[in-house]
């Protein structure tokens, strides 16, 4: 009588690691507070890597990276080089990872004046003049924009690359979730300034939903229209310096934020 030998039913999972640059950690949080959600796609990978997480630690290569921050140093700028020869997939998460984040106000000053009065020692302290984008450095398969991030774009984010098809991520502005929750327009309402019509959609239009102006958080949508916002802006009554201190927030080194702000700052508001 012959007798067969069993196979394996077990499957390789794809593997995903999370990394961090210069940032706050709030979205390697976010995806830690996903909860339930996250536990339905750990089903399907393995996370190898996520120091925040855990202190097991899986050498590469990774199906997938998420990665958090800005380059700020040179060995940032190799560190990021050798994750993307490790990672099939490189996914940017955050406003720090797309655009260099707060960090980026930096950019263009004099970073020897900012370092000296900070640091007691500013000799012992090695950093690049800016503070750039993953994208900059290094091909980027995504990104995933928000200051934090949401969490369900982050889970759909995941999904659909083990899925292989595209991540359904909005590309429209704040304005449309405004009119998803009936909130009334506040700049037009109550004359307050937001950058809710050049900014991607994405947090459910809190800020504007609490009687405040956005604040770029997901940084800018598609094709935004920088500079009707700012005769808008200027009607309201804000002032040139005003004006471009609301580009440079959270996204302002981001291009079309970063352009008009340098465009209010040399031309003024006629420009």
């Given at each position: ?122 000799e012992f302290i090695s950093t690049l003049d800016t503070s750039t984008p993953i994208a900059d450095h290094v091909e980027v ?23 292989g098809r595209p991540a359904r991520i909005p590309t429209t502005s704040v304005c449309v979730e405004c009119k998803a929750r ?90």
């Amino acid at each position: 009588m012959m007798t067969s030998t069993p196979q394996s039913t077990e499957t390789t999972k794809p593997t995903l690691a999370v990394w961090k640059f210069a940032s706050c950690d709030g979205c390697q949080l976010t995806l830690l507070d996903c909860e339930d959600h996250l536990l339905d796609v750990i089903g399907r990978i393995d996370i190898a890597y996520f120091p925040e997480a855990s202190s097991a630690m899986v050498a590469g290569p990774y199906d997938v990276s998420l990665v958090e921050g800005s380059i700020t140093t040179l060995s940032d700028a190799e560190r990021i080089a050798e994750i993307r020869r490790q990672s099939k997939v490189l996914i940017t998460i955050g406003a720090c990872a797309t655009a260099g984040g707060i960090q980026a106000l930096r950019n263009g000053r004099d970073i020897s004046e900012f370092v000296g009065i900070v640091y007691a020692h500013p000799e012992f302290i090695s950093t690049l003049d800016t503070s750039t984008p993953i994208a900059d450095h290094v091909e980027v398969d995504f990104e995933l924009r928000g200051c934090p991030i949401d969490p369900g774009q982050l889970i759909e984010t995941i999904a659909a690359h083990l899925a292989g098809r595209p991540a359904r991520i909005p590309t429209t502005s704040v304005c449309v979730e405004c009119k998803a929750r009936a909130n009334p327009c506040i700049m037009v309402a109550a004359g307050t300034p937001c950058l809710g019509p050049v900014t991607m959609g994405g947090c459910g239009a809190l800020c504007p939903a609490y009687g405040r102006g956005c604040y770029g958080c997901f940084g800018p949508m598609e094709q935004p229209n920088t500079a009707s916002l700012v005769r808008w802006f200027g009607q309201l009554g804000l002032g040139d310096r005003e004006i471009a201190r609301a580009f440079r927030s959270f996204n302002g080194w981001a291009e079309p934020f970063r352009a008009a702000a340098d465009s209010i700052e040399t031309n003024g508001i006629g420009s």
